[in-house]
């Protein structure tokens, strides 16, 4: 009897947890050289909260690489203390290089993806943007580039997501001075059950040995923050 309760509580949680759905809101700002990033996650109703915060992206000026600063955050507890990160070129072309290999090891991924991505929704996604150069014409190039950019972006969001809403674009000029300035606000949700089925297809179609595969998500999860 006591079994029988067992599993139906996980038949049960398994069910709730198919259905339910993960929102994922990311927060990108650009100004001059200060960066900031954060992606926060909410899922059971908003109940369950996850915030990732990269405050500084930035070259490292003594040697070749890029920095990263870091934090995480939990529901409403403090935030962990700020982790720094440094990726220099070798290792950013070995990522490179282990995600290709993880790509030719699963059969249609590309498929397995655009499937996964097509139950992707995109609720809210702006995007603005101060330029200059301090030379109008310069300037001029610069917007055109930044409108193709997004109109570019913008489609493609439209093509592989579902797009419920209407993105909000602005580029402001600055032909006075030098300015770069970019916000990017987008806001995606999705069921949690979707996600699970592109995994299981991911190992279904894995071909080669199984221990490569989680020797590779283990490498992973050991060089996230």
Known sequence: MIA??????????L???LFMKLSITILFQHAQDNDECRIIFKTF???????????????????????????EKLNHRSESPAKRKKYDPREIIH???????????VIHLHVIIRKFMARVSVTKLEWSTN???GDAAQTGIAVGIGWTLKYGV????SKFMKL?????????????KAVSETKITCMIHFRIGYAMLAGIRILKYWRGNRLKL????????????
């Open 4 to 13: 029988i309760i067992i599993i139906s509580i996980i038949i049960l949680f």
């Open 15 to 17: 069910l709730i947890l």
């Open 45 to 71: 109703f908003g109940l369950i909260r996850y915030t990732i915060l990269i405050p500084l992206i930035k070259v490292d000026e003594s040697s070749p690489g890029i920095v990263f600063l870091h934090k």
């Open 95 to 105: 990522s490179f290089k282990e995600t290709r290999d993880f790509a030719r090891h």
């Open 131 to 133: 330029i200059g150069t």
């Open 154 to 157: 913008v489609a493609l969001v």
């Open 164 to 176: 419920k809403t209407k993105p909000l674009l602005s580029i402001t000029p600055s032909f006075q």
């Open 214 to 225: 989680k020797s590779f998500v283990s490498r992973q999860a050991n060089e996230s923050y």
